[in-house]
Structures are given as C-alpha cells and as structure tokens.
C-alpha cells in the first residue's frame, strides 16, 4: 500500500521561503502604537507582490471556485500562503512582535533582497509610528568594598 501511494515531501517547496522574524520595539511603547504597527506591517505585507497571501485574489465566484483548486495544487507543491503579524508581548528590554510569511520565490539571492526590504519597510513603519527599535542594554551593579 505504502509503495503504491503518493507521498508529499513537505520540506521540498518548489517555490516560496519563509521570512520569520521577531522585531523589537522599544519596552516604552504605548500599546495603542503597537497596535498600530501590528496593523501597519499587515498591511504593507498584504500589498507586497513579492509575499504569498491569500488576501490578494479576485471576489469573482468563479475565479473562486477556478482558485479553490489552485490552491490545492498549491498546497500539495508546498506553495504556503500564510501571512501572520502579531504582538507577542513585553520581554525585559522590548515589546515583541512576530512577523510570519512566505515570499513568492525559492531563489536565496532574490530571497534576501525581499527579507531586506520587508525589514526596511518594517523599520520605516515603526519610525513613522514614533518609536524605535529595541536597543539591547545589560545593567552592571558596582559596589564598593572598603
């Protein structure tokens, strides 16, 4: 049985890298700028043509349908769309938020170009949004012994 079926390897994508990253936003960040940002990368991940999602795709009933089955095929060729931005909370020097999504390309040359400008963007985000990143510190006590 087992020779006679079709098995996926799932770690063989013929297209699509996976950008993870965690970006740390300054510990002083009110949470309604977080929130803002959340949004903000959603946004400018949605409308980047170099990122797979499934946001981007015609409201026709029978390009749905038509799609329904591309996707399948999609999936079964490792092609993901999953597109994730979220807050992940405060850690000791930063506010935390996971950014999660598959560029269109298995290319590593073409795929860092992409990550870069998705980090660049982020960072224009973040800036436009009056906070920094999170600049790593390490507190050193001294004392004195007599």
Known sequence: VLANSVIRHWSRRKIGRRIKETIHIDINTPPKVIKNIVEEIKDMLYN???????????????????????????????IKDTLLVNYLGASEQSKDIQVYCFSKTIQWDEWLNIRQQVLLDIEEIIINNGTTLAIPYQKIKVERTI
């Open 48 to 78: 980047n043509k170099e990122i797979k999602n499934s946001k981007r795709r015609d409201d026709n009933a029978f390009t749905k349908q038509k799609e329904a089955k591309i996707i399948q095929d999609l999936d079964y060729y490792g």
